[in-house]
Every structure is written in structure tokens, then in C-alpha cells.
């Protein structure tokens, strides 16, 4: 960019943490900061966890909401559905929570229609603000309430600015890094969400030999609230 943000940060997170063990290890030895956001019901919850906390990265919860779809649309084991009360979901949001020790912070799995809910979002946040953590909303529908409903509440909030691997190869990730990398340069800022491919890890690996040291790559939570 012609003109650069002051101090221009980039957050990377891996959503689809908590079963390929050996990934999440090469992911945590990265010499960036990469957040986890692993699966509350996978296999190697606690585990995923542990090395998150371990390595002093910052953690999250990767809670499966209702996408538009559904149940045709499968976002995995107990998702959060807008037909559910406040209390069942906020029951689920404390269980997922517990599940992942240390997680400092939560985002969505799918989601689209539950998190468009203002109610049943708000929900969500209520449990969120009580343990003072922070929001992470994938952004997987333009009409997200996440932003409003945090703002009321007066949980922080972040948001997703580019996904890595929608297209699941290594070079479209390695174009992707280099996006988010112009958008904190011309922001001051970029959220950057990928998954555990053997395609997003080569991509990374790659990118920090020959990255823009002009933005820092931080811990999601370091960054201030939108």
C-alpha cells in the first residue's frame, strides 16, 4: 500500500482443532503465534488444549452453531440451534466451555442462521461476558447480529477477515496470507481463519520465510475490540 496503518497487526487462528494431533503440534511449533479453536466434543479436546497452553497460545472454543440448511446441513455434534431456550443454550455454552480448559475465547462452527438470531446469539454472549472472554464471529453470513449484540453487552469482539482454505491448496492459502498481509498494512489490522490441511500448514510454513515484517503476527486476543 502506498500509505501503511501505524502498527499493523495480523491474527492467524485454526478453527477444527482437536483431532489430528500430530498437525496441531507442527502448527504450534510455527515461529508465529497461531491461535487453536478446537472442537469441544472432538477426540483430543483436552489435549489440543494443553498444547495451546503450553506453547502460551491463545485458545478458543470452536462451538458448532445452526447454519442455514439444517439438520440437511450438518455443522457436527451438539450444535447450538435457534430453536433451543436461553437456558439450554447457555447449558451447552458452559459444557463446551469446560471441555476446552483455558480457552480465553469463542468463535463459530457454520452458524449462519444462528448467529443472524440476536436473541439466541445474545445468549451465547451472556455466558461469554460472565467468564470475560471474548468473541470471535467467522463471519460465515453478512448478517451477523455478532458485532451489535457483543457491543450491548459489552463483550469483546472480533471478527474474521479472510479464511486461508476455502480452496484447500497450498498456493490459493499462500494467496490468501498475502491478502490478509496487504489488509493489515492498509487497515491496521486482519483476522485471519484456516483449518488443519496439510495444505494450510505448508502454506504457512512457507509464508513465515518470507512475510512482511512490517505487520506483527499477534495473538488474537492481544488485538483491541472492534
Given at each position: 500500500p502506498a500509505q501503511v496503518a501505524a502498527h499493523p497487526r495480523m491474527a492467524i487462528v485454526i478453527d477444527d482443532l482437536g483431532e489430528?494431533?500430530?498437525?496441531?503440534?507442527a502448527l504450534a511449533e510455527l515461529p508465529v503465534p497461531v491461535a487453536f479453536s478446537v472442537w469441544p466434543d472432538s477426540s483430543h479436546a483436552r489435549e489440543a488444549a494443553r498444547l495451546a497452553r503450553e506453547k502460551g497460545l491463545d485458545l478458543l472454543v470452536h462451538q458448532p452453531m445452526e447454519p442455514r440448511g439444517y439438520p440437511k446441513v450438518n455443522p457436527g455434534r451438539n450444535p447450538l440451534v435457534t430453536s433451543m431456550s436461553r437456558e439450554r443454550i447457555q447449558s451447552m455454552v458452559a459444557s463446551s466451555l469446560d471441555k476446552v480448559p483455558g480457552a480465553k475465547g469463542l468463535n463459530n462452527h457454520m452458524g449462519s442462521r444462528f448467529t443472524e438470531d440476536g436473541t439466541a446469539l445474545r445468549a451465547v454472549l451472556e455466558v461469554l461476558k460472565a467468564r470475560d472472554m471474548f468473541f470471535l464471529d467467522s463471519m460465515t453470513t453478512g448478517r451477523s447480529a455478532g458485532k451489535r449484540e457483543a457491543a450491548r453487552l459489552g463483550v469483546a469482539f472480533h471478527s474474521r477477515d479472510v479464511f486461508?482454505?476455502?480452496?484447500?491448496?497450498?498456493?490459493?492459502?499462500?494467496?490468501?496470507?498475502?491478502?490478509?498481509?496487504?489488509?493489515?498494512?492498509?487497515?491496521?489490522?486482519?483476522?485471519?481463519?484456516?483449518?488443519?490441511?496439510?495444505?494450510?500448514?505448508?502454506?504457512?510454513?512457507?509464508?513465515?520465510?518470507?512475510?512482511?515484517?512490517?505487520?506483527?503476527?499477534v495473538a488474537v486476543g492481544s488485538l483491541p475490540p472492534e
Amino acid at each position: 500500500p502506498a500509505q501503511v496503518a501505524a502498527h499493523p497487526r495480523m491474527a492467524i487462528v485454526i478453527d477444527d482443532l482437536g483431532e489430528d494431533m500430530a498437525l496441531a503440534q507442527a502448527l504450534a511449533e510455527l515461529p508465529v503465534p497461531v491461535a487453536f479453536s478446537v472442537w469441544p466434543d472432538s477426540s483430543h479436546a483436552r489435549e489440543a488444549a494443553r498444547l495451546a497452553r503450553e506453547k502460551g497460545l491463545d485458545l478458543l472454543v470452536h462451538q458448532p452453531m445452526e447454519p442455514r440448511g439444517y439438520p440437511k446441513v450438518n455443522p457436527g455434534r451438539n450444535p447450538l440451534v435457534t430453536s433451543m431456550s436461553r437456558e439450554r443454550i447457555q447449558s451447552m455454552v458452559a459444557s463446551s466451555l469446560d471441555k476446552v480448559p483455558g480457552a480465553k475465547g469463542l468463535n463459530n462452527h457454520m452458524g449462519s442462521r444462528f448467529t443472524e438470531d440476536g436473541t439466541a446469539l445474545r445468549a451465547v454472549l451472556e455466558v461469554l461476558k460472565a467468564r470475560d472472554m471474548f468473541f470471535l464471529d467467522s463471519m460465515t453470513t453478512g448478517r451477523s447480529a455478532g458485532k451489535r449484540e457483543a457491543a450491548r453487552l459489552g463483550v469483546a469482539f472480533h471478527s474474521r477477515d479472510v479464511f486461508l482454505d476455502d480452496v484447500v491448496r497450498t498456493d490459493a492459502a499462500a494467496r490468501q496470507l498475502v491478502l490478509a498481509e496487504r489488509l493489515a498494512l492498509t487497515t491496521g489490522r486482519a483476522v485471519v481463519i484456516g483449518h488443519p490441511h496439510p495444505e494450510t500448514l505448508a502454506a504457512l510454513r512457507a509464508w513465515v520465510k518470507t512475510r512482511d515484517t512490517r505487520v506483527a503476527v499477534v495473538a488474537v486476543g492481544s488485538l483491541p475490540p472492534e
